[in-house]
């Protein structure tokens, strides 16, 4: 069985991170938090342009028909550069979402959403506050047992602040009378898909954060010099930057193969997630935490570009479900009856 990503899969990505690491700067990062929406058009015309806003569109919309799986490495690379604009949310959770709802929905939206003339934004009660629902042309919220779909002039938002400047963050409450688009167990199936979608989208991103947190400390350690050296040289900065870096990489494969459970329907596709979030947030979290202690006091500082991925690390971790979630859910298909557990099973 391989499990290794395909070659068309990793040029892909390698192109998208050439990009982005060219368009998505700290400063253009920085002079987007001066902006009434917090928003970037221009670059959401690029990031169309490209083709991403349609990665996972189905085709007979105009979009590229990809999955999951081809999708969890991108993500990878807009958490390296935090990116603010809501590809992740589109692509892993909005668009998956109009293509199950399907009809005139789906119709209407997901070729705008491919040419970049449109922004969807889901709602949950797990993750009651919409991210960019004020830029948003299409909301699609959770109310109780149904699912509601309400244009900008139908709901009444209040905005909430982020510990993330690039996070805008707001509650949404859906104008009464309106129609619903999915009830009872068919609206479970779509919250149920878009939270684990969601959380996979953190992971993903919380992967490529804790890459660019561990890139930036080793560039800083390599520059800044004490007692002659410098202090990248020194063993016990080392040991920071490599704890981080084995706590990396043994997220990885969690992440990757909730992307492959999701794509293909598995059962085991909640559980995997959740692990695949509780174990990158947890690497990102520790990249943080180990990145402040190699900067000393100037990790601590606005100038400095760190605070902008901690940030949205801190962020993630909390969003589409907390780690006290996930850990209910995992800890739930552990300790099941007649749960197959051990390496025996990991085929099964």
């Given amino acids: 069985m391989d499990f290794t990503f395909s070659e068309d899969q990793l040029l892909f990505q ?27 058009p221009a670059l959401w015309s690029q990031l169309a342009g490209l083709g991403l806003t349609g990665i996972t569109v189905p085709e007979e919309y105009g979009g590229l028909g990809m999955t999951a799986v081809d999708f969890v490495l991108l993500a990878q690379e807009c958490g390296y550069v ?9 692509a892993l959770v909005a668009v998956p979402m109009l293509r199950d709802i399907g009809g005139d929905l789906a119709a209407r939206w997901l070729p705008k959403i491919v040419a970049g003339e449109a922004i969807v934004a889901v709602g949950l009660a797990q ?9 948003a042309d299409l909301l699609l919220l959770q109310q109780g047992d149904s699912l509601l ?36 167990a068919h609206a479970a199936t779509l919250v149920s898909s878009a939270l684990n979608r969601g959380a996979l989208g953190c992971a993903a991103q919380a992967l490529g954060l804790a890459q660019r947190m561990i890139d930036l400390s080793v560039q800083y350690t390599s520059e800044r010099r004490q007692f002659g050296k410098p202090i990248g040289s020194f063993q016990a900065v080392k040991h920071h930057m490599a704890n981080v870096a084995v706590r990396l990489e043994y997220a990885r494969a969690p992440t990757h193969r909730a992307a492959y459970a999701i794509a293909n329907g598995q059962d085991i596709a909640a559980h995997a997630v959740s692990h695949a979030k509780l174990v990158a947030c947890e690497a990102a979290s520790l990249a943080a935490k180990n990145s402040h202690q190699v900067h000393g006091a100037m990790g601590y500082t606005w100038e400095v570009d760190l605070h902008i991925f901690m940030k949205k690390a801190w962020a993630l971790a909390n969003t589409w479900g907390d780690a006290g979630f996930h850990k209910s859910r995992v800890a739930a298909r552990i300790f099941a009856q007649g749960a197959a557990l051990g390496a025996g099973a990991t085929f099964a």
Avoid: M
């Fill in 14 to 40: 390698e192109s998208v991170r050439d990009f982005l690491l060219n368009e998505v700067t700290p400063e253009r990062i920085r002079a987007s938090w001066e902006t009434g929406s917090g928003r970037d």
């Fill in 149 to 184: 779909a309400a244009t900008p002039d139908q709901v009444v938002l209040k905005y909430n602040q982020s510990i993330d400047p690039s996070r805008k963050l707001f509650t949404a409450k859906a104008a009464s009378g309106l129609a619903s688009v999915a009830d009872g």
């Fill in 82 to 90: 935090a990116l603010p604009e809501p590809l992740v949310h589109t």
């Fill in 127 to 135: 993750n009651r506050l919409v991210e960019d629902a004020h830029v």
